[in-house]
């Protein structure tokens, strides 16, 4: 499993978002989400979500409202001594 997510964030930061620009990682987001749960409800308003589960009512919705922006300048994400390495690492990417 760790190493599933560290997987994950390396591919995340590997996709560019400078500030104004996250229209690219806000749909890589919906799609994965859209992957993982093919029978929720997925509402966008900008480059916010809104996860429902209209065949289990019981679920709360998952809201994703965080900025998914980074600061410039990008750099490729890496791994150095068991830890990951890149624009937004220590942000809401992670």
């Given at each position: 499993?760790?190493k599933q997510l560290?997987?994950?964030?390396?591919?995340?930061?590997?996709?560019?978002?400078?500030?104004?620009?996250e229209s690219v990682?806000a749909?890589?987001?919906?799609e994965t989400?859209?992957?993982?749960?093919?029978a929720?409800?997925i509402k966008?308003h900008?480059d916010s979500?809104?996860i429902?589960?209209?065949?289990?009512?019981?679920?709360?919705h998952?809201v994703f409202?965080?900025h998914?922006?980074?600061?410039?300048?990008?750099?490729?994400?890496?791994?150095d001594?068991?830890k990951?390495?890149?624009?937004?690492?220590?942000?809401?990417?992670?």
């Amino acid at each position: 499993m760790e190493k599933q997510l560290a997987s994950q964030l390396l591919h995340l930061l590997s996709i560019a978002s400078p500030t104004f620009h996250e229209s690219v990682i806000a749909k890589h987001i919906q799609e994965t989400l859209q992957y993982q749960f093919p029978a929720a409800t997925i509402k966008s308003h900008e480059d916010s979500l809104i996860i429902e589960f209209p065949n289990n009512p019981n679920l709360p919705h998952l809201v994703f409202v965080g900025h998914s922006d980074t600061v410039p300048p990008f750099f490729e994400p890496y791994i150095d001594n068991g830890k990951i390495y890149g624009s937004g690492a220590s942000d809401m990417k992670a």
